[in-house]
């Protein structure tokens, strides 16, 4: 038995300093200094508990561990760039203790087999819990809706070893375009999973990087990437899956939401759907195209970085409730790889390992409450998945992040865990140091 005590407790309902009780994994009470009965209770329990171990947090803050639906571990077959074991320490690191990896390695996530490949890859090597997403194509709808209907344990899977259904609905990392209407179609229909999509019109971007290659040569200046993966690109991609989920009442993540239009078209179609779900990662949050010069290649990602009004746009809706999860979309990259040309560097950033001091700080710039934060950093994912972990709430999985909100530190080169070596971040000043992550009630991560 493990008690946090005198801790600042944060939920999506409140903030404040209270008693958290943890038994065979799982949190079993939870008592806030705001009852009338609150030290009377706590004596009380420790009392009648002299066995239990009592962690001290002199009010420093409690979360629920984050639930990241959004990454690319690379694992199979692109482990140069990164594995299970590299980038799930990061991901604790960044106060992330569940995490849904996408579909995009090598062999691609689009059958049972290949899911369960990774499922026995993530007991092996991973750190923390892992769900995985599998891929559409033009050809597996068929397999896919029989895999999620009826068929996950006679394949040998757990319901939740398949998070989602992910949908690229624009050509990215790993070229799972999928095109075809009709397949789209039935895609939107599946009601047992979220249906995850990747919006940017092909066919846009076709266009504008012909006419990138015209003007430039192979010398394109990777702010040009902004024009090239264009706003336009998003929008009506974007209009076309929000109709479809409209339509077909999915339960639909509109994945790396990264334009001001695009809120507004998610606060409009979730009045006809309200399970539509808003997802940005923290670098639309961060960065805006006034840092391609600085960073180039390193600033390289799909959908792209776009304006400073997007950036306060969508840190409004990060806000106001407006934008529902955040998933980090962390993607790493060697960075001899990154150092190519436009044409041939991939698109892509590894971030995980900041997720949580990125959205502290951001919390702080925009005087956001941290209520805000523990539900787009956790709550919300654990029921838009149906999780048992991701709150903290009696019965729930005692996975937990303590962290000093205070406390600043700088992103060195030195200090990255991702395999690939290197962040966007470095350099920034971040607020909000992690000191301790627990999952299952045993502590899996702590800093010196």
């Not at 404040?16 to 939870?30: C, L, P, R, S």
């Not at 409209?246 to 809120?263: A, F, M, N, P, V």
Request: charged fraction near 25%.
């Amino acid at each position: 038995m493990l008690i946090l005590h005198n801790g600042t407790i944060v939920t999506a309902a409140k903030e404040e300093v209270g008693t958290i009780i943890i038994e065979e994994g799982k949190i079993a009470d939870v008592m806030f200094r705001d009852s009338e009965d609150y030290d009377f209770r706590v004596a009380k329990f420790m009392m009648s508990h002299p066995e239990a171990e009592v962690m001290e947090l002199d009010g420093r803050h409690v979360m629920a561990g984050g639930i990241d639906d959004h990454v690319h571990f690379r694992d199979p077959g692109l482990t140069h760039k990164a594995d299970m074991a590299t980038e799930s320490k990061a991901a604790l690191a960044g106060g992330i203790t569940y995490v849904m990896d996408m579909p995009n390695t090598s062999p691609a996530a689009i059958t049972a087999e290949s899911i369960r490949q990774k499922t026995d890859l993530a007991k092996e090597k991973a750190i923390g819990r892992m769900g995985f997403h599998i891929g559409l194509t033009n050809s597996n709808i068929d397999e896919i809706t029989e895999l999620i209907r009826n068929g996950s344990q006679k394949h040998g899977l757990d319901p939740e070893d398949i998070a989602g259904v992910k949908v690229f609905m624009g050509s990215s990392t790993g070229n799972m375009l999928v095109d075809d209407n009709s397949t789209l179609a039935k895609a939107f229909a599946i009601k047992e999973k979220p249906v995850l999509v990747h919006c940017e019109d092909e066919a846009t971007i076709k266009a504008n990087m012909a006419q990138a290659l015209e003007r430039f040569g192979e010398d394109i200046p990777f702010s040009e990437h902004e024009n090239i993966r264009s706003r336009q690109a998003c929008i009506r991609s974007s209009i076309k899956a929000l109709e479809l989920a409209i339509k077909y009442q999915t339960r639909l993540i509109l994945c790396h939401i990264s334009t001001k239009e695009e809120i507004e078209m998610v606060r409009a179609a979730k009045m006809s759907n309200p399970d539509i779900v808003a997802e940005t990662s923290c670098n639309y949050l961060w960065f805006s195209d006034k840092e391609y010069d600085r960073l180039g290649s390193r600033l390289k990602c799909n959908p792209s970085v776009k304006t400073s009004d997007d950036k306060a746009a969508l840190r409004e809706a990060l806000a106001n409730g407006m934008i529902d999860i955040i998933g980090s979309d962390h993607a790493p990259h060697l960075l001899s790889e990154k150092n190519e040309k436009y044409s041939k560097a991939p698109s892509g950033l590894p971030s995980i390992q900041f997720t949580l001091p990125l959205l502290l700080t951001i919390a702080h710039e925009e005087d956001i409450p941290l209520t805000r934060i523990a539900s787009v950093f956790s709550e919300k994912a654990s029921e838009i998945y149906n999780l048992k972990c991701g709150k903290i709430l009696p019965g729930y999985d005692a996975d937990l992040v303590i962290f000093d909100k205070d406390s600043s530190f700088t992103v060195k080169s030195e200090d990255i865990l991702s395999k690939c070596g290197w962040s966007p971040y470095e350099g920034e000043t971040l607020k909000g140091k992690i000191e301790t992550i627990i999952i299952g009630g045993k502590t899996v991560y702590e800093t010196a």
